[in-house]
């Protein structure tokens, strides 16, 4: 195999490869990246057995083939090398390296068979459609930070992708929930998506996707199955196991009936409840909404460190309420809200709240409260 | 020699009955009023409370356990004649004790009368280190003027007030350290109060069994029988270089103990990094209703400790040993922490589900780690199974209540049949 490649395709190329090569391997070839030129184009693979990316980019091949070597000192090499230069890469079979030149500087790689690369079986897919890239981006950056990280719930671990029928009919909907709070995001059901089954993308899944739905003008592929899913551009192609698990029935966990209505300004509320934060305790950043008419007071009371107070002026009508909530949680949630006011439903101060956008139904969220 | 009415507290000098009311409940010691260091031990706790609270089970065998987890976790002293053991399956139990009452364990009364006995006990002294809802360390040293009379008089106040007001019994262990004091007060239950005293602390230990060291189970003991050491007479022909080199810190320890010595404090600020419990069976096990009884057992026990304490933890973790003494200890961290049996036992429990395939296991074990203060516990609940969080408000509504208007202001349904 010989080919040249400029620079900065390069890196582009092998930054999403190296992302999805765990750091820490028991098995040496996984943490190789797959280097494949044929034609004009070569192709850069990498896996970590659960989750496969394939990134394609032009070069100038001049010999075909095909090998391995390590993804992250590959991509700090490509990442050192000055802005514009050509990088030739060439595998000597005899010395089983992969050489690397650009302008004087030459690095010699050690390679392992290509033979060896586990190649992730393909699928039958049930479902393909195709969804622009901000759709996608946001029914799974509003969710995501909801995800759990609680290992024996493994089922909760990743933004469950399903159809179902929002208040204007059949929806794309990601789902995501920790037990402490949940993210419901829908859109509008992409051609073709219906009667998809419903998968759980898992964590990492979800992160290295972003990395495909940077470009607005972007429209992805996507592909499901029971056990698979797999989001493509041209360029990239990202297939991933689904969490082998069922995700727990969250409509029960969606207040119906919170009727106890606080409209605030997000930005105003965020900034608040990060001001008078500041002085919880580490651990549990309890904060204290008090309402009442038209007016929000939100405190903290941390016996060992200090008390903090600020009041808002708000929309509210319903009579007294106190009610406490972790500050993180509140800050995430109040920084979903990008165009309208926030506002948060509640029933008691024991019950899970609800907070929406304005009236836009198509992203609701819910948090826990805890006791203050 | 110093001698003391159990009944009516009065001291005098030596007799078999008390001068004053004939009482034969007499407790003689010589160093009777030098001696500071107790152990104070409820009498089948939570079967206690159980006949305290429901007369018609005074008389009758009372087993407090089972539900779905069929075992025993406590028994009264009727049910123990016929062989009735805490941790024995529920049908065993039955089995030996078929005429026997089954009772529900009722957590938040048992921590609502281990609240009251504590506050009796921080009367005495500030230096109080609970073990367990049921018992606790108390260091009496420096207080016989405060109190007008000698530790061994005032302890002996408490289990009477305890009687009197609570309508519980408790056993007192009396030496001069821990270690001691924790023996003494299992030689003499119920109802009991022994005294070790330092002159006869050597002649006491030396025929005992290794087992009768605190953290020395059945682990401990057959790497001991295996060394030859089955009393601590043999533990004292040891050298404490070989036992050290042979056990480790475990030797060092070992070494002391088996001399009386003992010098840890009764602390209640004691710094706790975690609060385990764990058991190891007879015969190594399997079977996921037995194991789950286990888990639930000790979920129980390590939050029993926590709310004893004012502790909660952050992290769970399951502890297992196979039959070919492997050790499997996994950890869960919780999004907040817990001080709740239910909580404690639902997260070991699902860690045990991952490993469950990997038995025959010889021990079990669950404990918390990452300790913070109850006040920081349990302050939100799960979206995901909403009755938990009835089930936690209720018990803190509970709480609460009781707190303001008195134990008797709210109390379950089936506590008045």
Request: glycine residues 6%; aromatic residues 6%; contains cysteine.
């Amino acid at each position: 195999m010989k080919l040249s490649i400029e620079r900065g395709t390069l890196l582009k190329a092998l930054a999403q490869a190296q992302s999805v090569v765990e750091r820490r391997n028991t098995i040496p070839i996984l943490a190789n990246v797959l280097i494949e030129a044929e034609g004009a184009q070569v192709s850069f693979r990498a896996t970590d057995l659960d989750i496969e990316v394939v990134d394609r980019a032009a070069a100038m091949v001049e010999r075909p083939g095909a090998t391995t070597v390590s993804a992250v000192m590959l991509h700090e090499i490509v990442r050192k090398l000055p802005d514009g230069a050509l990088v030739n890469l060439t595998e000597d079979a005899t010395s089983g390296r992969l050489t690397i030149t650009a302008g004087r500087s030459t690095f010699s790689l050690a390679t392992l068979p290509r033979e060896d690369f586990p190649v992730m079986a393909s699928s039958e897919y049930s479902s393909n459609f195709s969804a622009k890239a901000p759709e996608l981006r946001r029914l799974f950056d509003k969710a995501k930070f909801a995800i759990s990280t609680e290992e024996t719930r493994y089922y909760l671990n990743g933004v469950y992708m399903h159809t179902s029928t929002g208040e204007s009919g059949p929806v794309l909907r990601c789902v995501a929930t920790d037990g402490h709070r949940l993210a419901r995001i829908d859109a509008t059901l992409p051609e073709g998506a219906a009667g998809m089954p419903g998968v759980i993308v898992p964590r990492k899944t979800v992160n290295e996707l972003r990395k495909l739905l940077d470009d607005d003008e972007a429209t992805i592929a996507v592909s499901v199955s029971e056990t698979k899913v797999r989001f493509a551009t041209p360029a990239i192609t990202l297939t991933s196991k689904v969490i082998d698990g069922t995700f727990p029935d969250y409509t029960r966990v969606i207040p119906q009936n919170n009727t106890r209505r606080l409209e605030v300004d997000a930005t105003e509320f965020a900034k608040a409840v990060d001001r008078v934060a500041t002085v919880s305790s580490e651990r549990s950043r309890a904060v204290k909404l008090s309402l009442d008419e038209d007016r929000l007071v939100l405190s903290v009371n941390a016996p060992d460190s200090g008390a903090a107070e600020e009041e808002l002026a708000v929309a509210y009508a319903d009579e007294r309420l106190e009610i406490g909530f972790n500050a993180k949680y509140l800050l995430e949630i109040a920084s979903q809200v990008d165009r309208e006011n926030a506002v948060f439903l509640f029933n008691s101060s024991g019950d899970p709240t609800l907070m929406r956008e304005g009236n836009d139904t198509s992203a609701v969220y819910v948090v826990m409260p805890m006791r203050v | 020699m110093p001698s003391l009415c159990r009944d009516c507290l009065t001291p005098f000098e030596t007799g078999p009955r008390c001068p004053a009311c004939r009482s034969p409940r007499v407790l003689a010691h010589a160093e009777l009023s030098s001696l500071s260091i107790a152990h104070m031990d409820c009498d089948a706790f939570y079967a206690s409370v159980e006949k305290r609270d429901n007369p018609a089970l005074r008389d009758v065998p009372v087993i407090v356990g089972g539900g779905q987890r069929g075992v025993v976790s406590t028994c009264c002293y009727l049910a123990r004649i016929h062989g009735v053991r805490s941790a024995m399956p529920m049908f065993q139990a039955l089995k030996l004790c078929p005429q026997a009452v089954v009772v529900k364990p009722r957590m938040q009364v048992y921590v609502q009368v281990s609240r009251a006995i504590r506050a009796m006990m921080e009367e005495l002294t500030p230096a109080i280190e609970p073990l367990s809802l049921d018992e606790a360390f108390l260091d009496l040293t420096g207080t016989d003027r405060l109190h007008g009379a000698p530790p061994a008089v005032t302890l002996a106040r408490l289990v009477r007030r305890m009687e009197t007001e609570l309508g519980l019994s408790g056993s007192i262990g009396l030496s001069h350290n821990k270690f001691l004091a924790k023996i003494a007060s299992d030689l003499d239950k119920p109802r009991g109060f022994s005294v070790i005293g330092r002159a006869e602390t050597a002649d006491f230990l030396r025929p005992r069994p290794v087992r009768i060291i605190w953290g020395v189970g059945t682990a401990t003991q057959g790497a001991l029988e295996k060394a030859g050491i089955r009393s601590i007479a043999d533990l004292l022909r040891w050298d404490r270089a070989d036992l050290v080199a042979r056990f480790g810190s475990m030797g060092e320890r070992l070494w002391h103990l088996a001399r009386g010595e003992d010098h840890r404090r009764v602390n209640r600020d004691e710094k706790l990094k975690s609060i385990s419990k764990e058991t190891t069976f007879f015969e190594d096990t399997s079977d996921p209703d037995i194991l789950d009884g286990h888990l639930w057992r000790l979920a129980e026990q390590v939050a029993d400790r926590a709310k004893a304490k004012a502790l909660s933890g952050r992290t769970v973790t399951l502890k297992l040993k196979k039959g070919d003494f492997q050790l499997l200890s996994r950890r869960h961290a919780l999004s907040d922490p817990t001080q709740l049996t239910d909580r404690i036992y639902r997260a070991a429990v699902e860690m045990f589900r991952l490993e469950a395939g990997r038995g025959p296991f010889r021990l079990i074990g669950v404990g918390i780690a990452d300790l913070a203060p109850e006040e920081q516990a349990d302050l939100s609940g799960d979206l995901l199974d909403p009755d938990a969080a009835k089930r936690a408000k209720a018990e803190r509504a509970t709480d609460a209540i009781r707190a303001r208007f008195g134990h008797d202001a709210i109390v379950k349904g089936r506590s008045l049949r």
